[in-house]
DNA sequence: TTTGTATTAGGAATAATTCCTAACAACCGA
DNA sequence: TCGGTTGTTAGGAATTATTCCTAATACAAA
């Protein structure tokens, strides 16, 4: 799990030394964080992680720090519905299951999809970017405390 | 594109008089709105569309109408980034292409994964309720005129 | 019609995200 | 190593999409 924030973190140092970015504490640790992280967190809930390695960091500098990121292809912003936004550190092609009830997010890949071709009615419209499939439910959690 | 609106509207009636919900005036017109519309409109554009028929009509009412078409299975939120939540009144299985310049957002089918089964690892840690693709890209218009 | 109650209009409140700016700290060259 | 340049940050204010509050309104059952 190092090993993976290791990559990322030289990643993003040459991609700060080819833009004219610095590479500040700031950025390094919220790029560690998220890294390691695999609930797609908030940027209130990474705040509050990154908190504890860099007691004086401000909310605004995380959010600033996954907009650079989503700008440099370190992070990227999962389309769900719900008053915060969400944020995942693995930008390799993969898809999201939510659940409606607790908003919990995981991953799953379906080759049959990632590796499947486009209708020609949605190639021939835009410049394709981002294919993924967004999977809402309720889990097995909230299935048993339902209200 | 009325007959379309017809039958939503009967569905409309139907679900009112059983959970004991009033076919009120302006929910009729955002419904008709909404039927009509294609371009996935935001609260905001669909406010300024139905205003043109309902004059007095609050920007509050739209929101909360269309949480309530929400709740009936009438209407559903696009799950795409951006500040405006956008609506469907096509509540029909299909997916989404998002252009994220100019923020236009299409339909299209792809009966490929519609069809197709979802991996296991899905299925077994919620109860699914929606599936679809989103497809984020540049569309043709903003490719010409990149700033 | 009458009446009970769901719904609305309008404005205030909430809250996620962004903006502003003086202080700070990477990074480059000497 | 040491300044100087300038990109970046902390903190708080501002913005804005959405929701909340409440008196007035208007469906719909009888
Ligand atoms: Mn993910
Ligand atoms: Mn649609
Ligand atoms: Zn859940
Ligand atoms: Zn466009």
Redesign the interface.
């Known amino acids: 799990m190092e090993q993976h924030f290791q990559k990322k973190f030289n990643h993003l140092k040459e991609l700060c030394s080819q833009k004219g970015l610095r590479l500040t504490h700031q950025r390094t640790e919220v790029l560690r964080e998220l890294a390691s992280a695999k609930d797609h967190p908030s940027a209130e809930t990474l705040y509050s992680r990154v908190k504890g390695r860099v007691p004086a960091i401000s909310l605004d500098t995380v959010y600033r720090t996954l907009g650079t990121f989503m700008d440099l292809g370190l992070a990227a ?1 999962v ?3 719900g008053d915060l ?1 969400r944020f995942d550190g693995d930008v390799s092609p993969h898809h999201h ?1 939510v ?2 009830c607790c908003g919990a997010i ?1 991953d ?3 080759d ?2 990632s590796c ?1 071709e ?2 020609a ?2 190639t021939d ?16 959690d909230c ?1 048993g405390s339902d209200s």
Not at 125 to 140: K, L, S
């Open positions: 912003k389309p769900v519905d936004g299951v659940c409606v995981r799953f890949i379906w049959e999809v499947g486009l209708p009615e949605v419209w835009c410049h394709v970017t981002d294919t993924q499939v967004i999977v809402r439910g309720i889990c097995r299935k």
